[in-house]
């Protein structure tokens, strides 16, 4: 088998129901289709012309090109079930080997893979990975070994924190604006912040009843979830402790999954539970929704999402094996 592919895909137009309900100042949004399936999810965009993603089940990482619709295919070889990545400035691609208990390192430059194992078999599933501001480190969950682990790039040091709850399910991450990680519990109606000097842990009590599955944060360090379980989206204030919350347009229905914050600190949610899912804006300057898309191709799911700010775009994968593009700000 060759490691190494070049294909081309098509974009994909489809036709929107009629039957679609609620749409409300659509944004564009594209699909590619990935002919080689293998659950293609998770793109981060590395420039306008270069979108990596992974293969799930297809054990590979790829690169898109938007302009062209090439994508180069890498096969990692072993079966470790890819769930996330990222690329640093460097080019280099970090992904989560989610079946094999480690972490990965591509170059693309030159071909190479490294594994990075977790330093005890605790940490079996590394889950989602971000960057802290200085690119340093990589901070990642790990769902059912209930930890939120940090590399140290430089050194390859893995340091694991374990969540106090029991059954937990640390879920999506990202680093805040003040350079703290903050966590999903999905397990719980709890999310995570960790102080990045002393790795700290501190659970932060949400609406009850709530199941936070991806986070984010706007500039102004207001931290908000996707709670799958009510079909809300919901903030928490760090600075006061205030809780808010906002039912989603599908409802108990929507099953809120991957999640995205542009530069204008507007908050993107798709709705999963609804067929086609939705692509869902809600601005905080007027604390309510005010973009509904259905997303062309269904979806299925969408389970995560990067903001390309350079370009105002928001990158997803689809259950259909199809790349997205939602164009959200200029």
Same mark, same amino acid.
């Given at each position: 088998?060759?490691?190494?592919?070049?294909?081309?895909?098509?974009?994909?137009?489809?036709?929107?129901?009629?039957?679609?309900?609620?749409?409300?100042?659509?944004?564009?949004?594209?699909? #590619?289709?990935?002919?080689?399936?293998?659950?293609?999810?998770?793109?981060?965009?590395?420039?306008?012309?270069?979108? #990596?993603?992974?293969? *799930?089940?297809g054990n590979y990482l790829a690169r898109l090109n938007p302009d062209t619709g090439k994508i180069f295919k890498k096969d990692l070889g072993d079966e470790p079930g890819p769930h996330n990545l990222i690329v640093g400035k460097d080019g280099i691609v970090w992904y989560s080997g989610n079946l094999a208990g480690y972490i990965g390192r591509y170059d693309p430059k030159n071909g190479q893979l490294e594994k990075i194992p977790m330093p005890n078999r605790s940490a079996r599933d590394p889950h989602t990975l971000v960057f802290d501001a200085s690119g340093k480190h990589i901070w990642f969950t790990s769902q059912w070994g209930n930890l939120v682990g940090r590399l140290t790039i430089a050194s390859r040091q893995v340091d694991l924190i374990r969540v106090p709850s029991g059954r937990a399910r640390p879920y999506g991450i990202i680093v805040a604006p003040s350079g703290v990680p903050w966590v999903a519990l999905l397990g719980t109606d709890k999310l995570a912040s960790i102080d990045p000097k002393t790795l700290k842990l501190t659970e932060h009590k949400?609406?009850?009843?709530? =199941?936070? =599955? =991806?986070?984010?944060?706007?500039?102004?360090? =207001?931290?908000?979830?996707?709670?799958? *379980?009510?079909g809300f989206l919901g903030r928490l204030d760090p600075k006061t402790g205030k809780l808010d919350e906002w039912a989603l347009p599908a409802g108990s229905n929507a099953d809120p999954y991957g999640m995205a914050v542009d530069k204008l600190g507007r908050v993107w949610v798709v709705e999963t539970g609804v067929s086609p899912n939705k692509f869902v804006g809600f601005d905080p300057a007027q604390n309510k929704i005010f973009s509904i898309t259905p997303i062309p191709s269904g979806a299925g799911s969408v389970r995560h999402m990067h903001y390309h700010a350079a370009t105002g775009t928001v990158w997803f994968g689809t259950d259909e094996d199809t790349i997205g593009r939602a164009i959200v700000s200029k």
């Open positions: 088998m060759k490691a190494l592919a070049l294909f081309l895909i098509s974009l994909i137009v489809f036709a929107i129901p009629a039957e679609a309900a609620d749409v409300l100042n659509p944004v564009g949004i594209k699909e #590619w289709n990935i002919p080689f399936g293998g659950r293609s999810r998770d793109p981060f965009a590395e420039n306008a012309k270069s979108v #990596w993603f992974v293969g *799930q089940g949400v609406i009850a009843g709530a =199941r936070p =599955r =991806r986070v984010d944060a706007t500039p102004d360090g =207001r931290i908000y979830y996707a709670d799958s *379980q009510r």
